[in-house]
């Protein structure tokens, strides 16, 4: 069994990875915001080459190199993937244990929607975080 897989909501599309995680990050983008209908993106970031999707997906480019993922049935949005970094970052409510998302830190605060309380004791970045 893969260490992280999910799908969407009418099972369409699947997909699986053995690896751990890059990073994991909580982003406050109004971006994110719009993408995924949600106050933020809780996702994990890998290099697409270690992640495997089965299944139809369809994408929409939400800015010039970043293209989400979604089932074209049910709408369910998975990944958001920047070809020429080779990353892909899978949303964590996608997951079919979404438990298993551990956040390192948030970005992008200034714009978190100010119901948002953000006591985890995370590092919090107004924009983007520091290169690693």
Known sequence: MAKYQGGCLCGA???????APINERVCHCR????????????????RID????DGPVATVNSSPDLKRGFCPGCGTTMFSRRDSAGIIGITSGSLDDPSMFKP????????RQP????????PQ???APPPN
């Open 50 to 53: 270690d992640v495997t999707i």
């Open 125 to 127: 970045y107004e924009g």
């Open 31 to 46: 971006l994110c915001q719009k993408a995924l209908g949600a106050a933020f993106n809780a996702r994990g970031l890998f």
């Open 104 to 111: 390192q830190m948030h970005m992008w605060t200034a714009s």
């Open 13 to 19: 599309v699947r997909y699986r990875t053995d690896v």
């Open 115 to 122: 119901w948002v309380q953000l006591d985890d004791g995370l």
